[in-house]
């Protein structure tokens, strides 16, 4: 299928890492990647922002936050803001997690605030979207990921074709079942079809899979038609394993 889509393979790291273990992972990916055809990105805890943002200087590894907050500035003890991200180099910023929709009771609309902080700050929101097993074993899957992709274009209209989506089951994350490319493939285009509907330039915006991706099964993933790229968790700590999929990418 021929369309203007640039892969992204973006590491999730989560709350992982140590000084020295994010040196010898980094060095090791830039060392292996050498000049990658696909986009690719950590998102890092950002204590770490700092040090990474001098490891990839000049590197083909783009630096990505996991979460930005919805405010500006002010009184909200212990938030990370887009323009401090900015500062830091940021490009990504994943907003909407299930975990932080899960742990920290994050709601569609402030998924949406959130998107829209990151991109006025001139930082590209991986939205990320998911359906829960009983979701779908009560076959809610298409009602649950367009209400949450919907609240998102509700709130960042026109700026639309500037994030990047990610379709993460949450039943796929961390727990070593993958959607078949099928299942998944079957999701992203009904994002996909959301998307058209919502902007002209819906064949730009990358959506991503997640949830248990790995170098034996991101090729099959990334051959179908609108899965554009990856987000991954437990193999993106791992440089081999995290090389093997951004060479399937490419
Ligand atoms: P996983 O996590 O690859 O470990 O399943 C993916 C994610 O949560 O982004």
């Known amino acids: 299928m021929n369309h203007p889509r640039k892969k992204l393979i973006a590491g999730n790291w989560k709350l992982n890492g140590s000084l020295a273990a994010n ?36 590197g083909a590894l783009l630096l990505g936050a996991q979460d930005v907050s919805q405010h500006l500035s002010g009184a909200y003890t212990g938030e990370v803001s887009a323009d401090m ?45 998911g359906e829960t097993l009983a979701e779908r074993d009560a076959g809610e899957t298409e009602h649950v990921v367009k209400r949450q992709l919907a609240a998102v274009i509700h709130t960042n209209g026109h700026c639309i074709s500037e994030i990047v989506v990610a379709y993460e ?31 002209p330039q819906a064949e730009r915006i990358a959506i991503l899979y997640g949830g248990s991706m ?30 093997s999929i951004i060479a399937a990418a490419a």
């Open 23 to 58: 040196d010898a992972l980094v060095r090791a990916l830039l060392a292996g990647m050498g000049q990658p055809t696909c986009d690719v990105a950590v998102c890092v805890p950002s204590p770490y922002l700092a040090q990474l943002q001098s490891l990839v200087q000049g």
């Open 169 to 199: 089951p949450v039943w796929a994350i961390g727990t070593g079942k993958t959607a078949s490319p099928e299942q998944a493939q079957q999701v992203h285009a009904l994002l996909r079809a959301q998307l058209r509907a919502a902007s």
């Open 214 to 243: 790995n170098a034996g099964n991101a090729a099959a993933l990334l051959a179908q038609p609108d899965i554009d790229g990856g987000l991954i968790g437990g193999a993106s700590l791992k440089a081999a394993d995290f090389l």
């Open 85 to 129: 991200l900015r500062e830091l180099g940021v490009r990504y910023a994943i907003v909407g997690h299930s975990e932080r929709r899960q742990y920290h009771g994050e709601t569609d609309a402030v998924v949406s605030n959130k998107a829209q902080r990151a991109l006025a700050a001139g930082i590209t929101p991986i939205v990320c979207v």
